[in-house]
């Protein structure tokens, strides 16, 4: 199956700094990936979609100067956390799609994300 | 907009015995629908998906059931097996980008 890497696997920072995900496709490419948080006990939820090369579309309630999603190529997405506060630790999940005719979503390991 | 149902939210079912989780959704565009594992502390596993233009899907132990005029469909594991507990989610497809929308989960405990 499709690979999805995500970097790193776990963070652990000062409230105020601003830290980057990394998430990359191994063997495919993808022109969508989704960025997800997931609380404990609890369903994922969407925070953007990115398409490559273009603007990401967040969905509503996420902040977009505060979660900042970049997609330069069809393998590599990146969120950055600015300005991080605790009430922002959770568990940050990305997805790749691959091209058609498959349409399949592919999850990365996760970061886990602890704000002091 | 789209919203899927999932039941039970806990499942516990004997070793070797068969496991049955089930999920409505509400938009009728929705046309594909995969069934991800989550394993504590890790990411969603796909394990099997079916779209609209197919009724039924198997693949070893698990099988998938759609049943598009109720808007239902269903995961079926048999012969289950210790490292058959984990979270399992529902999901629907909807829109270009084929968003998928997420049932609550449902955590399914193998007794030994």
């Known amino acids: 199956g499709a690979v999805v890497s995500q970097h790193p696997s776990w963070v652990i920072c000062k409230s105020g700094t601003s830290v980057k995900i990394e998430c990359r496709s191994l063997?495919?490419?993808?022109?969508?990936m989704f960025w997800y948080r997931q609380f404990p006990k609890q369903s994922l939820m969407l925070m953007a979609t990115?398409?490559?090369?273009?603007?990401?579309?967040?969905e509503q309630g996420v902040e977009k100067d505060k979660f900042l999603i970049n997609h330069a190529s069809l393998t590599l997405s990146t969120l950055t956390v600015t300005s991080a506060h605790p009430e922002d630790s959770s568990f940050y999940i990305c997805?790749?799609?691959?091209?058609?005719?498959?349409?399949?979503?592919?999850f990365g390991p996760g970061t886990r994300l602890t704000v002091l | 907009g789209e919203n899927v149902e999932q039941h039970p939210s806990t499942l516990s079912v004997q070793e070797g015995d068969s496991a049955v989780i089930k999920c409505t959704y509400s938009?009728?565009?929705?046309?594909?629908f995969p069934w991800y594992k989550q394993e504590l502390g890790k990411g969603p596993q796909l394990i099997i998906d079916?779209?609209?233009n197919v009724g039924e899907k198997k693949d070893q132990r698990i099988a998938v059931t759609l049943n598009k005029t109720a808007k239902h469909f269903s995961l079926h594991i048999t012969e289950t097996q210790p490292e058959d507990s984990a979270v399992y989610f529902c999901?629907?497809?909807?829109?270009?980008?084929?968003?998928?929308?997420w049932g609550a989960g449902t955590k399914l405990i193998i007794k030994p």
């Open positions: 997805s790749a799609r691959t091209l058609r005719p498959d349409n399949e979503q592919f």
């Open positions: 063997d495919f490419q993808a022109t969508t």
């Open positions: 990115s398409n490559e090369g273009s603007k990401a579309t967040y």
């Open positions: 938009d009728s565009a929705s046309n594909y």
């Open positions: 079916i779209r609209s």
């Open positions: 999901a629907a497809s909807i829109g270009s980008n084929y968003q998928l929308i």
